[in-house]
């Protein structure tokens, strides 16, 4: 891989950097502090957009001429945004209403180009959650690090997190927090060998 372009990512996520390091990509870490605030009647996929270019945009005004990449996930019920669990009530909450139905993730992942030009991909993934007991939640629960901090309180990357699914249609990387076809073809635009 030829890489001759400074490339940043835009988030502290270790998902995010493990992917991209298993690209076989150089990169520092500046993670954003922005507002994640859903605005009122903004719709998930809108939401995730916002934040995400405005996750990029902010590193890229003080990384001066690096490609910045960046992306946010959001999990959706409906219209309803599912933010990052933070308590095990907060998670609990949340596999009550997933349980035995689908929602969406959407994800954005956003990459600034040198000149300042934002590029970005959104994927829509459909995830269907199998039927959960009461006693299987609290399981889960029980266990703070396969939910406390992800979008929708389940990481499908950890086998607890993916034995909650029962399908899904879409991007599997994108549920875990950054789809992977998608983030190739844009690093590739901006002319790195990946």
């Known amino acids: 891989m030829t890489q001759n372009h400074k490339l940043v990512l835009a988030s502290s996520s270790p998902r995010r950097q493990e992917m991209l390091k298993g690209l076989g990509l150089t990169f520092t870490i500046d993670p954003a502090d922005v507002d994640e605030t859903p605005h009122k ?11 995400a270019i405005d996750k990029v945009r902010t590193v890229a005004a003080r990384q001066g001429g ?15 945004i599912l933010g990052k669990a933070e308590s095990a009530e907060e998670a609990a909450d949340m596999l009550r209403l997933m349980a035995g139905r689908r929602h969406r993730v959407f994800t954005t992942v ?32 029980a266990q703070p690090a ?8 389940y990481g499908l990357q950890t086998a607890i ?8 249609n879409g991007s599997a990387s994108g ?17 790195l060998d990946v």
């Open 41 to 51: 009647g903004e719709a998930p996929r809108d939401y995730v957009r916002r934040v």
């Open 66 to 80: 690096a490609l910045v990449l960046g992306a946010d996930t959001t999990v959706a019920v409906g219209r309803r």
């Open 110 to 141: 956003v990459l600034a180009l040198s000149d300042g030009t934002i590029r970005e991909k959104t994927t829509n993934t459909v995830v269907k959650i199998r039927p959960l007991t009461e006693a299987m939640i609290a399981a889960y629960v």
């Open 146 to 153: 396969a939910w406390r901090g992800v979008a929708g309180a």
């Open 175 to 191: 549920v875990i927090g950054m789809p992977l076809v998608e983030t190739v073809n844009l690093l590739r635009s901006a002319g």
């Open 161 to 168: 997190g993916g034995a909650l699914v029962a399908e899904i």
